[in-house]
């Protein structure tokens, strides 16, 4: 999702400089395709441990200072782009907007922490929950500006953090880059063995979050149809439960796939009936899965159990009637769309062109419009 922005910049004539993290490889200062990269070492901080994680976090500053001071130091810049997680950029930002005095500093907001970390227990953790919130509240505090996802986001924001200037909010959603779509290839199914499957597919990180238990008893409850296939692509902290749980429950209708090639994950993506969004019913934050956008461009109705603070089933699903949403403590709801879906083709193909057409207000160039609008103008409310 972040490339296609920064290509987007490109393309519209910036020079753009990315700084990014890089695991079990050495610091180094790259330009490829009109874009200069630098990637500085760092612990691990997705997918890991949660202790391991807060010391990944905590050294991440102070690691991408030092190769900031060391590559970039005389560069200028005038405008700051930071999306988060990770919190970690703090220090290196304040140092960039110190010696870059008119840059203006742009927070893309994806995931509020660390408040969002309560769900895995962060918050028993005092002192490096405290540790993190101290620095959230110091980065809205330098931030000129921050993008929400949803409605929702900017509310939660707002209603958390009452000293936050509700000015620098803006509503920035989720961005996919709008390709032509290609009718599937038949013939692709052979490949893996999935020939005249009903798809039902998850792809992303497996997390605590994602709550895909729910998706497992739903496969155990339509066992009875024998061309349905519930289909687990990517890896998280849960994939290995998970894979243990469908071996108690005896699943044969249930599949994981770690990795595959990114064409062949959109080939797959492609010949799938119904893309699965699944949400945590004790996540308290409004959340704005961004792997619905690739569902979208895949013309794949969506099928979502989602938490009843999240915003995203009326402002995503029922706003362009592109799936059916259902709360996350309410199986038999879920049960009963799937159903809906299963048994109406019509309706999937409809929701599938209404997704793919809805696709066209989240693409790249309207992100970057919205950004750079604020930046020129300063003005609130895009």
């Not at 793919?356 to 989240?362: G, I, T």
């Given at each position: 999702m972040y490339r296609s922005l920064i290509e987007e910049f490109k393309n519209q004539g910036h020079e753009v400089t990315v700084i990014a993290p890089i695991y079990e490889k050495e610091t180094e200062y790259i330009e490829k395709d009109g874009i200069k990269t630098l990637f500085f070492n760092s612990l691990p901080i997705l997918n890991t441990g949660l202790i391991k994680?807060?010391?990944?976090?905590m050294l991440f500053p102070y690691k991408c200072l030092k190769a900031i001071k060391k590559n970039i130091k005389k560069e200028k810049f005038d405008l700051i782009l930071m999306t988060t997680p990770p919190l970690g950029f703090f220090e290196p930002i304040r140092y960039l907007k110190k010696v870059n005095k008119n840059a203006k500093f742009y927070i893309i907001l994806r995931d509020i922490h660390p408040e969002g970390a309560k769900l895995v227990g962060l918050h028993k953790i005092k002192p490096l929950f405290y540790y993190f919130r101290t620095i959230e509240k110091k980065l809205y505090d330098l931030a000129d500006y921050i993008g929400c996802m949803s409605p929702g986001n900017i509310e939660f924001l707002k209603e958390k953090n009452p000293q936050l200037d509700s000015q620098k909010l803006r509503l920035l959603p989720n961005w996919e880059p709008a390709t032509e779509f290609i009718n599937p290839d038949q013939n692709f199914l052979k490949k893996y063995n999935f020939e005249n499957k009903f798809i039902v597919v998850f792809g992303g990180n497996m997390g605590i979050t994602q709550n895909l238990d729910i998706f497992l008893q739903l496969a155990k409850e339509k066992e009875i149809l024998e061309n349905v296939l519930f289909l687990?692509?990517?890896?998280g902290t849960e994939m290995e439960r998970l894979k243990n749980k469908s071996l108690e429950l005896k699943l044969k209708n249930t599949l994981f796939l770690n990795q595959i090639p990114r064409d062949d994950y959109n080939e797959l993506m492609k010949n799938c009936a119904l893309g699965f969004i699944s949400l945590s019913p004790k996540v308290h934050i409004p959340n704005y899965p961004s792997k619905s956008l690739g569902y979208l461009g895949a013309k794949l109705p969506i099928l979502a159990s989602i938490d009843a603070i999240t915003d995203y089933g009326q402002d995503?699903?029922?706003k362009y009637n592109c799936g059916l949403w259902s709360l996350a403590d309410n199986f038999d709801h879920l049960s009963k769309n799937f159903d809906t879906l299963y048994n109406n083709k019509d309706l999937r193909m409809q929701m599938g062109e209404n997704g793919?057409?809805?696709?066209?207000?989240?693409s790249p160039e309207i992100t970057y419009e919205k950004i750079i609008k604020t930046y020129q103008s300063g003005n609130s409310g895009i």
């Open positions: 994680r807060g010391i990944g976090n687990l692509i990517g890896t995503l699903l029922d793919y057409e809805a696709l066209k207000n989240f």
